[in-house]
């Protein structure tokens, strides 16, 4: 399923974690909640070991799924230099204005 096929998601006003907690307007999540979420996700589909889930879809280092990001044109480079970081576009303006 591309970007352009995936249904848009309508916010329920509470954390999709599964906690029960209640969400700000507008949030799927409560605080941190989706870094729970994408943890349990892990667990409960490939044994909580990162490099399996990554394997799984045939990321390693051989194929490093930040690059892929990028190509997709969801992630950005930070483009100062040489510099590695690659993240969201908010994420890199963050990196740029606390390194560069």
């Not at 970007?3 to 409560?30: M, V």
């Not at 483009?79 to 606390?98: A, L, M, N």
Request: aromatic letters at 12%; hydrophobic letters at 35%; proline letters at 5%.
């Amino acid at each position: 399923m591309t970007g352009d096929e995936l249904p848009r998601l309508i916010p329920t006003g509470t954390c999709w974690c599964g906690c029960g907690k209640d969400t700000a307007i507008g949030a799927f999540f409560a605080r941190g909640h989706d870094k729970i979420a994408e943890a349990a996700l892990i667990a409960a589909e490939y044994g909580s070991s990162v490099a399996q889930f990554l394997h799984a879809y045939r990321y390693g280092p051989e194929r490093p799924v930040i690059d892929e990001a990028v190509r997709n044109g969801d992630w950005v480079c930070c483009g100062i230099g040489d510099c590695w970081y690659k993240g969201t576009p908010e994420s890199v303006r963050h990196h740029q204005r606390k390194y560069h």
